[in-house]
């Protein structure tokens, strides 16, 4: 096969094309067969002395004779294209023309079948592009749907004839390799599909970047019909995602019970939400000068049936990943503001009550909308109620995050950047953006007082943090040491355990009451 895998369904139309093709030239034949019968006749007639009407009669019908025909002819031949091209489209995908998931399905059906009479091994690689969303959203469907048919041409263009490149839909695509002799020659071509993926590629003036998270199943060790494997090479896939994306895995049987763990966790998170099974901790926020609480943070916890209290590392992904994670913030925003208000009403200071929002949350097109109408509802001063993003959810998106920020900010929310120093700020991003605190991460902090680099790293955050005038928050302080560290270097905030961990909201009311923290840098 001359044209790869990206084109196998060309051979048939090809194959279509030259039997019309031989059809015609019979048509021709039988049509020139026919125009010399007649001739002859109307040569015969003509030697028997014909009147010049007859014989004028004989050529018109014999004219109209080979209009007909070659109409004829035309029409079959068209049908026959028309034929060939529905099963093209049946069997392809109409943006890169890749084999679609039926033809996929056929082929690895085929292969192993083969593989099974051969006694030899095949590899299903299975690609999801990362980010690839974020593209689409923010540079518009057009930019997207050429990037996919880059990417499927660098993808025919790095595996051999035998191979089959598909497209699942999205930004999925499945590989069947259906020639191996061992795992990592697999490896190979999974590193290979990387290189060639890592190159920019160049759209509309943009140069854009993509990588790609690749599962790999091999038959017969991972399932023996093209579902399983499909299905293990999925699995495989999610796991590459999740162990920091670009990079390929492959299936390991103990995948699966993570799974359906996750699955279950998913069912579990849409019943939570109606059984109302989740509770917010706070944990407070510390003037390092003064001493008081002068903020809380609200982090969610799931009350869990069978699996008592749940962090948020073990549902926070899997709500993120599954969308549930837009009822959810919702609630955590609404519970946070209405609790922030109760304290008031009760007569205890009022702090600012600070929420977590997730890049699917923030990115909502009726965000906006719901907060004010929660901030309404709650009747709580959009001053004491402050949103934690990421860098990334600033950064990924900075045109259109920066619109909804100026609204927040218009309307008096506070803004802080949670996590700073993992991601991947542009200090001109933060001069732009109305941004109110840093939060150093925790990583940072942890290590101040042993590993020279990290401290001066904060250093260098808190000086740059003063320097734009922001407020500076270090979290996960744990001891007297660290919060001595920060004091010294002119941290406004701490948060950690050394000052309290995160507690229901009748415990942070005790707090509250006598308005300082439990322990004291100084
Ligand atoms: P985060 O926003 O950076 O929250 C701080 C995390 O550090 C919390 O973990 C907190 O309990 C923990 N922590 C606080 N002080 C210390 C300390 O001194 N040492 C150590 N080792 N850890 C400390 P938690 O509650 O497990 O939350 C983890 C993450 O889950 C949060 O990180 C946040 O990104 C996310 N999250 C929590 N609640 C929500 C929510 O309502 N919505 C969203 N979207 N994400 C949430
Ligand atoms: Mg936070
Ligand atoms: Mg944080």
């Known amino acids: 096969m001359d044209d790869k895998t990206a084109v196998p369904g060309r051979e048939k139309l090809a194959a279509a094309r030259e039997d019309a093709v031989g059809l015609r030239e019979k048509a021709v034949d039988v049509r020139e067969g026919t125009v010399t019968t007649r001739e002859r006749k109307i040569r015969a007639a003509e030697a028997q002395g014909a009147s010049d009407d007859q014989i004028s009669m004989l050529r018109q019908a014999n004219a109209q004779l080979v209009i007909a025909t070659i109409e004829a002819h035309t029409l079959a031949e068209q049908v026959q294209t028309a034929q060939a091209d529905l099963d093209h489209l049946a069997h392809h995908d109409v943006l890169t023309d890749l084999p679609n998931r039926i033809l996929l399905n056929d082929r690895l059906t085929q292969a192993i079948a083969l593989a099974h009479r051969q006694g030899k091994q095949l590899a299903v690689m299975f690609m999801d592009l990362d980010r690839f969303k974020h593209i689409n959203d923010s540079l518009g469907h057009a930019v997207g749907d050429r990037l996919l048919q880059s990417v499927a041409q660098r993808l025919v263009g790095g595996v051999r004839h035998s191979d089959t490149v598909s497209r699942q839909g999205g930004d999925e695509f499945v590989l069947l390799l259906p020639d191996i002799e061992h795992a990592e020659d697999v490896a190979l071509s999974a590193q290979k599909m990387l290189t060639a993926l890592a190159l920019p590629h160049l759209i509309d003036q943009h140069d854009l970047q993509i990588g790609v998270s690749i599962g790999i199943s091999i038959y017969p060790d991972d399932g023996h019909d093209a579902e399983t494997l499909i299905k293990h090479a999925d699995i495989a896939m999610y796991h590459a995602k999740e162990s920091g994306r670009n990079n390929y895995k492959f299936f390991e049987q103990d995948m699966n019970a993570r799974a359906v763990q996750r699955q279950s966790i998913e069912a579990g998170l849409r019943r939570a ?14 003037n390092l000068l003064s001493g008081t609480i002068v903020g809380t943070e609200a982090l969610v916890r799931w009350q869990h049936p069978q699996r008592g209290l749940l ?128 939060k150093i991460d925790q990583s940072f902090v942890n290590q101040i007082t042993s590993n020279p680099d990290d401290a001066t790293i904060v250093s260098a955050v808190i000086s740059m943090a003063k320097a734009l005038r922001l407020c500076v928050i270090a979290e996960g302080v744990e001891t007297a040491e660290q919060a001595a560290f920060l004091l010294a270097q002119h941290c406004d905030e701490g948060q950690g355990y050394f000052f309290g961990r995160p507690v229901e909201a009748e415990a942070l009311a005790i707090l509250l009451e006598t308005g300082v923290s439990p322990a004291l840098p100084h």
């Open 273 to 286: 939400l109606e059984r109302q099974e989740f509770v917010l901790h706070y944990q407070p926020k510390i």
């Open 311 to 438: 962090e948020p590392a073990q549902f926070v992904p899997i709500a993120e990943d599954s969308g549930l994670i837009l009822p959810l913030g919702r609630w955590v925003l609404r519970e946070a503001c209405l609790q922030a208000r109760a304290w008031q009403d009760a007569g205890l200071p009022p702090i600012t009550v600070a929420v977590n929002t997730s890049a699917l949350e923030f990115r909502a097109g009726d965000f906006l909308q719901y907060l004010r109408a929660t901030l309404d509802e709650s009747r709580l001063e959009p001053h004491y109620l402050e949103l934690e993003l990421t860098e990334s959810v600033l950064m990924r998106d900075a045109a259109s995050a920066d619109s909804v920020l100026h609204a927040l900010a218009a309307l008096g929310v506070k803004l802080a950047v949670d996590d700073f120093g993992t991601g991947y700020s542009s200090l001109s991003y933060l001069r732009q953006f109305p941004i109110n605190t840093l």
